[in-house]
């Protein structure tokens, strides 16, 4: 058996957007999910989070789910629209709902892991310009000061942001996410606006005297050459750059890749956005670094890409049902170069998972290729533990089925199915096989 250290924390994640459901209760004003997601055309078969898996309301039959299941923590966000539904407004009372959350949780023994951020903005500050405007650096700010008032005491671990870098170019530049614009600009200058809203909450929640850890999550990619021509290795370097450098050396030494803005802004701009002093907020020290994996990227040089000059290639392994390679080897890749370039920053792996085409038979769900890539997974990290590296945890993405963005319901990422049509929730095989590890603290050899 290979066993983790003791301590090791446990866990299971989601986001308010895909889970809650409760659009229109407690106060709540519309997010720019609510208003993409409710756009003809955006999310697959005009799916939306009005009902979700109505985790607003259900929450304590999941809470009492993650207490069978063993978990030692739980990581959610919190819905901003919920706490400023409108310009001019806060709404403490838009936390009841979460401070009913967590109380039960810590009655259950889990630990509440808060992500302030995870997509879902409120749509009155994107009308006044969203992430692309410095303005809402101090609403940001101002958002979570409201949070660390009032939860700061119970909550003992924080993410500020959710994958910016999904937020910035899927939202802004790719048009794939809300707010569904295609302008490389703005993407840019939403990233460097993520970044900063980050470095001011970290000063923040130092000068309040909080007790907890604050950290912030990034979606990694390593990536890897199609060949060891030189251009190819080249074509992957520039790839790391604008995948996982971008974010990582700013939070983590304070820097951009020089590359990265000669190169991109002379294509794009954005880094305009940049004012003296943004940098040294930005690398405020954290005390984590949450890391969502799922796969990796193989590039090839390709003159003909403007921006990159690269291109994708398929690795050879199996596929998901989210067209993602089947990678477990990144993840170690992936662990042992943060280790290697940027210290030894403790980390959490705040989301991993696999979505597959679950089916229920006779009340079951034998979900055994996602076990296959849990195992694989963890094993990953287990060699990672064992050779020292300082890995906290690790959160399994999902809890249960959810709505996956502009796929909708289509893609089913938990560890428990739920039946959209009743909202019953069923355990399927790969949760009492994790609930198994958690017992065990172990992983099969
Ligand atoms: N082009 N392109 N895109 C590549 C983007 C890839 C990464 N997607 C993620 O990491 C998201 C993360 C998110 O936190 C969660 O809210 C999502 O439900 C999971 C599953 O999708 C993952």
Redesign the pocket.
């Known amino acids: 058996m290979r066993k983790f250290p003791e301590g090791f924390i446990w866990g299971t994640a989601t986001?308010s957007y895909?889970v809650e459901g409760a659009t229109r209760e407690g106060g709540r004003g519309r997010s720019i999910w609510d208003t993409f997601a409710h756009t003809p055309g955006k999310v697959a078969q005009g799916h939306h989070g009005d009902v979700a898996c109505d985790h607003y309301h259900r929450y304590l039959d999941d809470i009492q789910l993650m207490k069978d299941l063993g978990i030692s923590s739980y990581r959610f966000s919190i819905a901003w629209p919920r706490v400023m539904p409108e310009k001019g407004r806060v709404w403490v009372k838009g936390l009841d709902f979460y401070k009913r959350l967590i109380h039960a949780l810590l009655e259950a023994g889990i630990r509440p892991a808060v992500t302030i951020y995870?997509w879902d903005l409120p749509q009155w500050i994107e009308d006044d310009g969203g992430w692309n405007s410095r303005e809402t650096v101090s609403r940001f700010r101002e958002y979570s000061e409201i949070l660390f008032r009032e939860l700061g005491d119970l909550v003992p671990m924080w993410i500020t942001h959710?994958?910016p870098w999904?937020a910035s170019i899927?939202g802004y530049g790719?048009g794939?996410h809300a707010p569904g614009l295609c302008d490389w600009r703005r993407a840019y200058r939403a990233a460097h606006h993520l970044l900063l809203s980050h470095g001011h909450t970290v000063r923040l929640y130092r000068e309040l005297g909080l007790k907890g850890e604050i950290g912030i999550t990034l979606?990694l990619t390593p990536v890897y050459p199609a060949s060891s021509r030189p251009e190819d290795v080249a074509a992957a370097h520039r790839q790391d750059m604008f995948q996982n450098r971008w974010f990582l050396d700013p939070v983590l030494k304070g820097a951009y890749p020089e590359e990265l803005l000669r190169r991109v802004d002379a294509v794009v701009g954005g880094f305009d956005a940049v004012q003296p002093g943004d940098l040294e907020v930005i690398s405020a020290p954290i005390d984590f670094l949450g890391v969502?994996y799922?796969s990796r990227a193989v590039v090839a040089d390709d003159p003909a890409d403007p921006l990159l000059g690269v291109r994708h290639v398929p690795g050879e392994g199996p596929r998901t049902e989210?067209d993602w390679e089947v990678y477990p080897e990144g993840l170690y890749d992936l662990l042992s170069r943060l280790r290697r370039d940027y210290g030894d920053v403790p980390i959490y792996i705040t989301?991993n998972g696999a979505a597959y085409d679950d089916r229920v038979e006779g009340g079951s769900v034998h979900d055994t290729n996602r076990i296959e890539y849990l195992a694989l997974h963890f094993a990953a990290a287990h060699r990672f533990l064992e050779e020292g590296g300082n890995l906290r945890g690790y959160y399994v993405?999902?809890l249960m089925d959810n709505f996956?963005?502009a796929f909708g319901y289509t893609k089913r990422?938990g560890i428990v199915y739920v039946d959209y049509e009743t909202l019953a929730r069923i355990p399927k095989d790969s949760y009492f096989w994790y609930q198994q590890v958690i017992r065990d603290r172990a992983i099969a050899p």
């Open positions: 986001a895909q995870h959710n994958e999904c899927l790719l794939a979606n969502n799922y989210m989301e993405w999902s996956e963005w990422f």
